[in-house]
């Protein structure tokens, strides 16, 4: 009789030791590994070219160093499959070419009939720091408040670090380069998407709240704040905070995943999240403020099931790799005793 060879997949991952802990759970590991997927660590003291071969590889590494350590292995390893290409995902690290893909999709995305339309608040980068303290070169459109905003969004502390300016007294202390975006009143609340490949998730967390023009009358300079949205203890435990998530309706789903489904085409990414707020000045109206590659998604309800189903797609279906159909490699899968059978090249290492 033959022998009945089960195929096992090897996913490994280059992700800094606090992503690792957060997301290279336990359970996601024994979920993966029960469909025949192995997530293994990858080290990054070593060449990547000696580890491996993986059949997919997931990354959120940002130095030079590693994404031409990257390049060279998926040339070396055609059929490995990289989650995703570090070109796609830099775009992610500037806070004005991040929200450029938004206005790009609005078009495409737009269903005629549709009363919800979405888009970016009102924005502009200041890069030397006398224009930055002196309103009159850069408030074009832009009123008080805004929010200071680190141009670069490389993943470090200080790039999270964010202010709401009242007053022209505000920019006082403000380090260019620096994005300037109106402050837009949404009810204290934001909707975080989690998008893995074609899944979209839509959650509801606290924000920032609403400053009426009296309010505003009474505040001056600015209030400084980092990651408001993410949820620490302190937070979990106040109920009048979880009373007013609850009671925030969630935005058209059709329209959120027009929005993600857009996004991944265009920024041609499987793995991101983008916020997105409810302007209360315009009726069904929605705007995505912040855009995000491979955040927290073991905060996502039933995360270990959702990447689970995504690494067997990315390893067994060519459509879950490609966007736009494009051509990439394919790899069949019998996980019955068949083995498996690899066709197909890519041009580009990382277009898959
Ligand atoms: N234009 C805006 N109008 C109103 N509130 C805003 C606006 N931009 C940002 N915020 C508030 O500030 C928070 C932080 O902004 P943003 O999401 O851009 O920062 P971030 O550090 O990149 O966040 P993350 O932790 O999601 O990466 C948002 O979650 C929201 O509460
Ligand atoms: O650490 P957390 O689980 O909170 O995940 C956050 C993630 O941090 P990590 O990548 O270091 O894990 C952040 O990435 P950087 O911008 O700092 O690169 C960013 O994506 C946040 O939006 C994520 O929070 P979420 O949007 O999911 O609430
Ligand atoms: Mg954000
Ligand atoms: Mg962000």
């Given at each position: 009789?033959?022998?009945?060879?089960?195929?096992?997949?090897?996913?490994?991952?280059?992700?800094?030791?606090?992503?690792?802990?957060?997301?290279?759970?336990?359970?996601?590991?024994?979920?993966?590994?029960?469909?025949?997927?192995?997530?293994?660590?990858?080290?990054?003291?070593?060449?990547?070219?000696?580890?491996?071969?993986?059949?997919?590889?997931?990354?959120?590494?940002?130095?030079?160093?590693?994404?031409?350590?990257?390049?060279?292995?998926?040339?070396?390893?055609?059929?490995?499959?990289?989650?995703d290409s570090p070109d796609a995902i830099r775009r992610l690290h500037n806070r004005i070419s991040m929200l450029e893909v938004v206005l790009e999709i609005e078009a495409a995305e737009l269903k005629a009939g549709d009363s919800a339309s979405f888009g970016t608040p009102k924005q502009t980068v200041v890069y030397e720091l006398d224009k930055l303290k002196d309103p009159t070169c850069w408030s074009v459109g832009l009123k008080f408040p805004v929010i200071?905003?680190?141009?670069?969004?490389?993943?470090?502390?200080?790039?999270?670090?964010m202010s709401l300016i009242f007053s022209r007294e505000?920019?006082?202390?403000?380090?260019?380069?620096?994005?300037?975006?109106?402050?837009?009143?949404?009810?204290?609340?934001?909707?975080?998407?989690?998008?893995?490949?074609?899944?979209?998730?839509?959650?509801?967390?606290?924000?920032?709240?609403?400053?009426?023009?009296?309010?505003?009358?009474?505040?001056?300079?600015?209030?400084?704040?980092?990651?408001v949205s993410n949820m620490s203890s302190h937070v979990k435990n106040d109920e009048t905070y979880y009373k007013v998530l609850e009671d925030a309706e969630l935005p058209p789903m059709h329209l959120i995943t027009n929005i993600a489904r857009g996004l991944r085409r265009a920024m041609k990414l499987h793995l991101f999240n983008f916020d997105v707020i409810r302007d209360t000045r315009?009726?069904?109206?929605?705007?995505?403020?912040?855009?995000?590659?491979?955040?927290?998604?073991?905060?996502?309800?039933?995360?270990?099931?959702v990447l689970t189903d995504f690494f067997w797609d990315v390893l067994t279906k060519e459509e879950a790799r490609s966007f736009d159909n494009q051509k990439g490699t394919v790899k069949s899968v019998d996980n019955s005793g068949g083995g498996e059978d690899e066709k197909g090249d890519e041009q580009d290492p990382f277009q898959v």
């Amino acid at each position: 009789m033959a022998e009945v060879t089960t195929t096992r997949f090897r996913v490994g991952y280059a992700l800094l030791l606090k992503k690792q802990r957060s997301f290279i759970q336990r359970s996601l590991v024994n979920s993966a590994r029960e469909r025949g997927i192995d997530l293994i660590r990858i080290d990054t003291d070593k060449p990547l070219a000696d580890q491996g071969p993986f059949d997919c590889v997931l990354h959120k590494l940002n130095c030079e160093e590693w994404r031409k350590q990257l390049k060279d292995y998926s040339i070396r390893n055609p059929s490995s499959v990289v989650i995703d290409s570090p070109d796609a995902i830099r775009r992610l690290h500037n806070r004005i070419s991040m929200l450029e893909v938004v206005l790009e999709i609005e078009a495409a995305e737009l269903k005629a009939g549709d009363s919800a339309s979405f888009g970016t608040p009102k924005q502009t980068v200041v890069y030397e720091l006398d224009k930055l303290k002196d309103p009159t070169c850069w408030s074009v459109g832009l009123k008080f408040p805004v929010i200071a905003k680190p141009l670069v969004a490389d993943g470090s502390i200080k790039s999270h670090k964010m202010s709401l300016i009242f007053s022209r007294e505000g920019l006082e202390q403000l380090k260019p380069p620096t994005v300037l975006q109106e402050f837009v009143n949404h009810g204290g609340v934001i909707f975080k998407v989690y998008v893995v490949g074609e899944y979209v998730k839509c959650v509801r967390r606290k924000s920032l709240a609403d400053i009426s023009d009296e309010k505003l009358g009474s505040l001056h300079g600015s209030f400084s704040f980092c990651q408001v949205s993410n949820m620490s203890s302190h937070v979990k435990n106040d109920e009048t905070y979880y009373k007013v998530l609850e009671d925030a309706e969630l935005p058209p789903m059709h329209l959120i995943t027009n929005i993600a489904r857009g996004l991944r085409r265009a920024m041609k990414l499987h793995l991101f999240n983008f916020d997105v707020i409810r302007d209360t000045r315009v009726w069904n109206r929605y705007l995505v403020i912040d855009i995000n590659y491979f955040p927290g998604y073991a905060k996502m309800p039933g995360y270990e099931s959702v990447l689970t189903d995504f690494f067997w797609d990315v390893l067994t279906k060519e459509e879950a790799r490609s966007f736009d159909n494009q051509k990439g490699t394919v790899k069949s899968v019998d996980n019955s005793g068949g083995g498996e059978d690899e066709k197909g090249d890519e041009q580009d290492p990382f277009q898959v």
